[in-house]
């Protein structure tokens, strides 16, 4: 069992930046696959970031490729998603995924991921 929190959302002006956080419990945090989707309101969640246990690369959707950062620091059992050059586009409420078992092919599914966090609100406005 794993549990996820989410933190670092808040309000930032376009062009901006944001870290988020999410703070993992469990001892066997880094044998997980870890994620950030996002969801806007009236659209469906989707995938943001990923970094698998297995290996340092880091996987990234097309809109946030070279503005996002994914990483991981096992030994305080986070993952972090730093955001830069903010769009209101970027806008929507931000979680984060684990998953002990996925394979490469699901890792931009939500449903593949059996433990997630409460959400945290990005919002980019002026």
């Known amino acids: 069992q794993v549990q996820l929190a989410e933190s670092g959302g808040g309000l930032v002006q376009p062009g901006g930046s944001l870290t988020l956080s999410c703070a993992a419990s469990?001892?066997?945090?880094?044998?997980?696959?870890v994620a950030w989707f996002r969801q806007a309101p009236g659209k469906e969640r989707e995938f943001v970031a990923a970094l698998r246990a297995t290996n340092s690369n880091p996987y990234y959707a097309d809109s946030v490729k070279g503005r996002f950062t994914i990483s991981r620091d096992n030994a305080k059992n986070t993952m972090y998603l730093q955001m830069n050059t903010l769009t209101p586009e970027d806008a929507a409420v931000y979680y984060c995924a684990a998953d002990a078992h996925l394979i490469l092919s699901s890792l931009r599914s939500p449903p593949a991921y059996d433990y997630w966090g409460q959400g945290t609100q990005v919002t980019v406005s002026s």
């Open positions: 469990g001892r066997t945090f880094n044998r997980y696959t």
